[in-house]
């Protein structure tokens, strides 16, 4: 009997066991379960559905940290300060010490308007971490976050007094000195990084760009430059940032006659020097460019490396300011060719040589219209097949033939420069274009039914200019084809005009075009052409008439707005109207406010009105 008692006692213990294991069991099973979804939710960006699982986890377990870290997580992005804020209080009394903890209270209380208790519990987490300087980043990103700049500037230098330079908290309370309008003091904090690693150019540049864009910051950064420049004699990296400082406040001079300071410095034997120039050749500011090669050819004498680099450069640069002042002439372009074929001399056996040949018979070409003389210029060149300017030069040969009306021969030649073996992005960028004029050809001479297919075949790079302008030619070969009109074949004899220059044929066979369907998809573009062609005749108030026609007949056409501002240039560079001109871009801003050319006609308006940029 004892025994059976013994067994039966023994059995209902080991019942009650596997019952209360299985509950205890069970139990974090259930708070997995929810915890995860809690997870999902805040990942899904379902805050306040996390947010409630979190709460209900938390008061089943108030000390767990997962379940508090996951609360808070989710009640500050949902605002929910006031709320937070008892919670972190309640944990703080376990985690006494904890510096993070400390400073999510006082941003909290600082938010509820409890400034002072605030202030108390930024100190405790300074004291709490006073060993190391994380401590004190973490409070000043905690003041900076409520834009208490002051104050956080105050804690980055209390840092810099206790831990000695520190490259974070020299960076933050620069930006912080830029958002308090202490350009003195931001510009000295940026500009003395380079005391210890001259590398850091490139960084202290970017930290001064915060700076840089107001007059009292570029000035302010340009003393404390120039100053450690003096002082620190034999460190040229002083000179190169003084030398950018000077080019983003625009004194180009300033900024010439450092660079030749720092190319002396380094004993760069003219390095800097050219650098400076390309940079400024890149940015288009001609005369200082040219201000800066004619210093190098007068310094250094003709045997130096950069010799036919300058040289070409030079050239260039003269030229792009005589097209920017409109007075690239026969005259100009003579001399230009003379000084191409003096890089010649120096740069024969390398690309600046070939780049230096492809200049003049552009020049021959296009300014003494003589295409002839360009295509035996391109013909007796040597360039190598291999080179990178190569693509470019055949790509010349075929343009220039074509403009010569040997319509077979340049067709080859785009085929040749289409199958051009050399890689590059602007090899392929000819390539493309070599595409579209060699489908051109084929409908110049009739054969539509193959230039389609090689359009169509185009168009499936998707992206650069010539697969739009060959959706262009789809388009309005779609509409014409079908119908079978006169129009079409007007208008691509017309285009074929333009190809070969002979402006008196645009004219004809646009005009035609435009008669014949006026109500089509090429009637605007016809009439586009055709002012392109008065203009180049000379007959600018033609030009004019033609693209207000434009304007006038197809408002809503695809090149109303590039025709009323084509008005305009003509009325300002050739008829030197300004009201007119102002006039007709002003209409550009009031009839075309998405134009394109909005940002350049309100310019173009400042600068006729003499108001500057």
Known sequence: MKMNRLVILLTCSLVLFVRDSLVAWSQPGDEDRRYRMAQNYEREGDLASAARIYLELLEIDPDSRSYFDGLKRTWLQLGKFTELEPIVARHLEQYIDDVEL????????????????????WREALDAGSRDVGTYILVGESYSKLRLFSR???????????????????????RLYAILGEYKKSANDYVDLLGDQPGRLSYVQSGLSLITGTPAGIEAAIEVTAHLAKVRKGRPEYLELLAWLYTEKGDDSSAFQTVVQLDKSRKSRGSDLYGYADRMLRQAKYDVAISAYEYFLDEF???????PSVIYNYVYALQQRYNEQGSLTKETAHNLIKQYQEVLQYGKRHTIGDQAILAIAELQADVLNDPKEALKTLQGSQIDRRSPIAVETLLMKASITLRLGKLDEARRLYRDVTLHPVTSTDAEKYRELARLRYAETLLFTGDYTEGVDSLTTLTQDVGSDAVNDALDWLVLLQEHLEVNDSALHHFVQGRYGQRRRDWDKVITEMQVAYQVSPGSGLADDALYSKAEGLRQQGKFAEA??????????????????QALFFAARVAEDDLVQKEKAIELYTKILIDYPRSQRLGEARDRIRSLRGEGS
Do not use: C, S, W
């Open 102 to 121: 400390l400073i999510l209270y006082a941003e909290l209380l600082h938010r509820a308007g409890k400034t002072k208790l605030a202030e108390t519990k």
């Open 152 to 174: 956080a500037a105050e804690t980055y230098e209390t840092a810099r007094k206790r831990f000695g330079r520190n490259m974070v908290v020299v960076d933050r309370l620069a």
């Open 301 to 307: 004498d003709r045997n130096h490396a950069l010799t």
């Open 544 to 561: 004019i008439e033609t693209a207000l026609v434009l304007v006038e007949q197809y408002p809503e056409g695809t090149h109303a707005d």
